[in-house]
């Protein structure tokens, strides 16, 4: 990945955000180099600091603490969505520190213990946070490994480490970190400490029993809405019915008759409080809100015009060779235009918070992908001084980009400083499908020409609203441009809130880019395989097409050949992919059901296979969704779907026979691995619809009405 | 109507003097300090909230509090704990068949009612079991192959390192 290739997951933290473009730093992350210095205090770290805005901490004790047992706690600012830090950052801490991964606790998300950190997204934890924990944990090991040749008196070249415990073989004497340090802070410093290669990994490549297993399956790991200190309210909140609509009046009277409620109102925040939540709930179906209704506005059929009238000019993102050179060698052009709905994250785990405000200091446990943006919203909305707000993040029940926008947290610790009672603040799923921010609607317009030979020679790539992100092309091709027009932060374009959806904009590109491929390939007349392998000079793509092919079987054909087998490939965070997957479809209903999906994987060093595979499997069962049903209808602001009922999420039944293929690749830094095999999902089960019946589907969600209108 | 009601909670007499409409979900939670139990959508559409009542698993968001008097009410509290673990909650951690865990323990309630039920269920009885369970992190294939696991079930082996 290249520097400038790195974009903010959300607004609200993009003006605190570390500027990670920092080239130092990147360099680091480029590829082919994997080993780096941790500088004492690194520049490229520092810098942000200078320009007054948050950074890493460059004291290596922010991130570790030995205790006096040898037990070590590793505080990080990341949290664990599901995704599996929990464990890959101990992994790394016990790596570079040689102590065993299970002496590792780890604290996560807590602003008042753990250093700062952006938000846990863009698949940044082991790729952009893992070399400075790797690091810091160096840096220490040098240190300890210092004071342990003091107190050996032995040359610290002679000394071995293992399981956090200094041994000198010449004298057969050993001393343990923890009688190094006997729980004190670690004073000095070293710099230019270089991190392990490759070569000398123990700990990476293992799948230990995940440290949050426990937790989770007694049921005993607590999440924010678990959290209920003692003269807990729970409140219930007033909403709108729809995007727009302006609250004219309100009469909270009866509710306030029900033993026990208050009702507070600052503002536009008009709640109604009880000890049980469901009596509030009651409460809130007294109060009589009266709305002016929104104005009119799209829908979600309309929305793809409204998208293409409203955005901005179209910016360049890549050009090389000249289009016009493309169109005269061209033989035939393909030109289409791809439309994908909004998408809902729908966590099972709705945006929860309590805070307790007590002393002029409040602490909210939230729900967040983003707790130390969140202290900063926090101590804004209550005038408190930042260090007087204490976000904590217990487990979060999935995110995938929606829980990096926290309202709920900024509700609770309102009304718990109005109240002068801790306050939950949990919402109902159709406050969850309200408040989303969604997967934006997008529209991709591709122009594509082939030679008489079949070589593709034009590619004209133009991508509205829903960003720029892996928009550029990867395949050979002489003649090229890639543009994007209006990113999910421009004004005026979405009729509600939008925002990262696991692989932001890579989703919606690669489904363009890959079934244009995909139509091209038909039209030269050759296997889907070997039109792109003829077009691919990328070696790391390359491999991973080759892998996948052997995993699956694939048998060269032509489009459409009745079997329902498809294929997509696609680069997001560093790490490339490529899908094969096998359909069948009811021509009579529309109805598909994916049988077999194969994805096979090159994300450079692997921390933890086990962990990739989850997250591999993961977005290959979540990418089904908007694949197949996933789909936000709305009209004039109002959002249509608000539960589960007529929203689909991917489902038991709906489970294809999977496999997963790691590609081991110690030549590139670790890269992101919590989103890319879904980028492919929407291209690969296009394809393999297109394959199994010709039609060709060109807008997400595939659902049997649109496959019924093209057959 | 506010009425005293008495049942088993995870083996222990209960006994709750309460709005009898209200939903067992909250009664748990609040009442009772249950958080194990989860809400997710409040509309017995996604089974996060999925307790046992007799050998049944049934929804507790949807279930008014009276209609479990008399009866005998497991959660996931009182399925294993730590020392002790129910062998579906073992099979779970060592598929990892779990992600964020938010749906967890309505998962391994729900495969608990199915094996009380079928105990050597077949991979379709599993899916068509819990197909009313949502996952959204997609743990479907780990969440099965460990419910195969608890139930004895010979595991079908793929060629390839794939599963």
Partial sequence: MKPEELKWEDESVQSESLDLSRRDFLALSGAGLFL???AGPLDALQEPARLGRPSYPTDFNAYMKIAPDGRVTCFVGKVELGQGAMTALPMLLAEELDVAFDAVDIVMGDTDLCPWDMGTFGS???????????????????????????????????????????????????????????????????????????????VHGQSPLRKDALDKVTGRGKFAGDIMPPGVLHARLVRPPAHGAKLIDVDTSAAGKIPGVQVVRDGELIAVLHERRDVAGHALGLVKAQFEPAPPGTDDVSIFDHLLKTAPPPQVLGESGSLAEGEKLAASIIETTYLNSYVAHAPIEPHSATASFEDGKVTVWASTQTPFPVKQQVAQALRLAAEDVRVITPYVGGGFGGKSASRQAIEAARLAKLVGKPVQVVFERNEEFFFDTFRPAAVVKIRAGLSPAGKMTLWDFTVYCAGEREAKQFYDIPHQRTRSSGDRNAQGLHPFAVGPWRAPAVNTNTFARESHIDMLAHKAGVDPVEFRLAHLSNQRLRRVLQAAAKQFGWKPGKTPSGRGVGVACGTDVGTWVATMAEVAVDKRSGQVQVKRVVTAQDQGVIVNPDGSRQQMEGCIMMGLGYALTEEVRFRNGEVLDRNFDSYQLPRFSWMPRIETVLIDNPEVPAAGCGEPPIITMGAVVANAIYDAVGARVLQLPITPERIKAKL | MQRTISFTLNGKAARLTVDDERMLLWVLRQDLGMTGVKFGCGSALCGACTVIVDDEAVRSCSTPVKEIAGKRVLTIEGLGH?????????????????????????MILNAYALLRKNPRPTRDEIIRHLDDNLCRCGVHLRIVEAIE???????AVVKGGAR
């Fill in chain 2, 149 to 155: 696991e608890a139930a004895g079930v010979p595991r």
């Fill in chain 1, 36 to 38: 780096f210095f941790w």
């Fill in chain 1, 124 to 202: 940044l934890t082991v790729r952009m946070f893992g070399p400075v924990l790797r690091g810091a944990a160096a840096e220490a090991r040098a240190v300890l490994l210092a004071m342990a040749a003091e107190h050996l008196q032995a040359p610290a070249a002679r000394l071995q480490v293992k399981d956090g415990v200094v041994t000198d073989p010449g004298q057969g004497k050993s001393v343990s970190y923890a009688q190094l340090v006997a729980g004190k802070r670690i004073e000095r410093h070293l710099a230019n400490v270089a991190v392990k290669p490759v070569s000398a990994f123990k």
């Fill in chain 2, 82 to 106: 730590e020392k002790h673990l129910h062998p579906i909650q073992q099979a779970f951690m060592k598929h990892h068949a779990f992600q964020c865990g938010y749906c967890t323990p309505g």
